[in-house]
């Protein structure tokens, strides 16, 4: 089983709609969470971190729920530069980010 | 956020040759940096994690003297492909560590760096 697992995706929708992204860890030690966002051909970006009592940061909503190791990812209204990868990414007791495989959004006109 | 730099941003190069790939973060110090390579439509995969002043910790399955890496000061880590070869083709990317009071540590990427090898 791997350590991080996301949605399959590809996620097509239309502009406007709410999106929600899946993520499962299997490490019960893990530490931190957070959401990054890959453009193609470039770096991830920190998108937000995850915290035990769910954060919001305007369109963007993440929850963590450690019982059943679930973190998720919520878009509001998306807009065509939301398009890009979603990872999930896991910090375990030592110093190692593990990267989930990655989500694939693309807001269509 | 914080900014890590990287360089070369593309190279390419013969078959054999040894490729230096730069790491820098520049408004904050970095005692542990992180190296990841990334195939096409795959996930990163970490390849080792370098701290200031000893020597890197590779991942499984990574070849340490191949991949050399060396972490001289705070700011800077630099990833040697050495000999390389048509399957070391991939995008390179560093990352950072950078610990804040109350924060969970974050790590900041540099751009990447694409190496292509004929």
């Known amino acids: 089983r791997k350590e991080v697992e996301q949605d399959p995706g590809p996620f097509n929708v239309p502009e406007g709609a709410t999106v929600a992204f899946n993520c499962t860890y299997s490490n019960s030690a893990s530490q931190s969470f957070f959401w990054y966002r890959q453009d193609c051909r470039k770096e991830p970006k920190l998108l937000m971190s995850v915290y035990s009592s769910g954060n919001e940061d305007g369109r963007f909503t993440a929850q963590l729920n450690r019982a059943s190791q679930y973190i998720s990812l919520l878009i509001r209204d998306s807009k065509l530069s939301d398009s890009a990868t979603y990872l999930c990414v896991v910090r375990d007791y030592g110093q190692n980010f593990v990267f989930g495989p990655g989500t694939r959004l693309s807001v269509l006109p | 956020g914080a900014v890590v730099s990287q360089h070369p941003s593309w190279v390419i190069c013969k078959s054999g040759t040894s490729v230096k790939i730069e790491c820098r973060s520049l408004?904050?110090?970095?005692?542990?940096m992180f190296w990841y390579r990334q195939f096409p439509k795959q996930s990163l995969m970490l390849m080792a994690t370098?701290?200031?002043?000893?020597?890197?910790?590779?991942e499984q399955g990574v070849e340490k003297d191949k991949f050399l890496i060396n972490h001289a000061s705070l700011t800077l880590s630099t990833l040697t492909v050495t000999s390389a070869h048509p399957e070391d083709s991939s995008f390179y990317i560093c990352?950072?560590?950078?610990?804040?009071?109350?924060?969970?540590?974050?790590?900041?990427f540099g751009p990447g760096t694409r190496l292509t090898v004929l």
């Open positions: 370098s701290n200031e002043g000893s020597k890197a910790t590779y």
């Open positions: 990352s950072a560590r950078e610990r804040l009071a109350g924060e969970p540590d974050t790590q900041y």
């Open positions: 408004d904050f110090q970095a005692t542990t």
